[in-house]
């Protein structure tokens, strides 16, 4: 082969395929998309699990409203105890819903597709933060139901423009918070059925506390607790801020807990997610 055609193949060898420059490809924030997408559809085919965490909350709900409420005494002047109860049964829900996502994350680090995520330059925190993402809309779906069915059966909310976008901000801020505690139990339990279990923490925190009666009327050695637990100022913040009352900082310090929670949980499955794909 003469040294002019080695001089005309050697430019056509190098520039047949443009090299793949860093960072040209898809960002966190689209696999993130994608991956809060996928999480949606596997959890729309999980039909049981799904109707599960709708149904669930509702049920108590209504076993509160009919079945005990009439000998429970908040020591409130409420008209009926469902305006006292809501805002514990939405806090219950977005615990029930949230700890699915426990599960979802322990299925796939189990599957094995965490390997197939990695090879296609899809990071942790873009599979951990569609889990999450998946977990909000679901929750807020489940969080909609529970409030008109509460509508139904004579909850009558008083809030006002501003008392409602801090409702909605709180709740939305609890829902991430305890997806994302969620999603590093997931990468710690080492099959779903573990995981499942260890949501249970999570799912138990709004009964010691006022979401059901008053702290007051629980014994004195739990009030410790019960005063100063995350869950207690977020439904504090609810009920008044639906009922049109005075809530003074307690919103801010439900936030302040919820923004605490969730940077703890985002650390923690952050390296529990390192350690688990070493």
Request: aromatic letters at 10%; proline letters at 6%; glycine letters at 10%.
């Amino acid at each position: 082969m003469s040294d002019t055609a080695v001089r005309h193949r050697t430019p056509a060898r190098q520039t047949g395929g443009a090299a793949k420059r860093p960072g040209s490809g898809p960002g966190p924030l689209t696999h993130t998309t994608v991956m809060a997408v996928r999480a949606l559809r596997i959890s729309s085919r999980n039909t049981d699990a799904l109707i599960t965490s709708l149904a669930l909350p509702i049920m108590l709900m209504l076993i509160f409203v009919y079945f005990f409420g009439g000998a429970i005494d908040t020591g409130t002047d409420y008209d009926s105890y469902v305006m006292y109860v809501v805002p514990g049964v939405l806090l219950l829900s977005a615990g029930f819903g949230a700890a699915t996502t426990a599960t979802a994350v322990s299925e796939d680090m189990k599957g094995g597709i965490i390997d197939r995520f990695r090879s296609l330059d899809v990071g942790g925190t873009p599979v951990l933060a569609g889990h999450v993402a998946a977990s909000t809309v679901r929750n807020l779906c489940a969080t909609a139901l529970v409030f008109g069915v509460a509508l139904l059966i004579g909850f009558r909310p008083a809030a006002t423009w501003s008392g409602w976008l801090l409702v909605a901000v709180v709740l939305v801020a609890y829902i991430v918070a305890l997806s994302w505690i969620s999603a590093a139990i997931g990468l710690l339990a080492r099959t779903p059925e573990a995981a499942s279990g260890f949501t249970f923490f999570m799912s138990f925190l709004p009964y010691p506390s006022s979401a059901f009666v008053p702290t007051e009327k629980m014994p004195d050695w739990l009030h410790g607790f019960t005063d100063h637990q995350p869950i207690t100022p977020a439904i504090e913040s609810l009920r008044g801020l639906l009922l049109g009352q005075e809530v003074g900082n307690t919103p801010w310090t439900a936030l302040a807990w919820a923004a605490g929670l969730l940077a703890v949980a985002i650390a923690t499955s952050g390296t529990l997610f390192r350690i688990r794909t070493r």
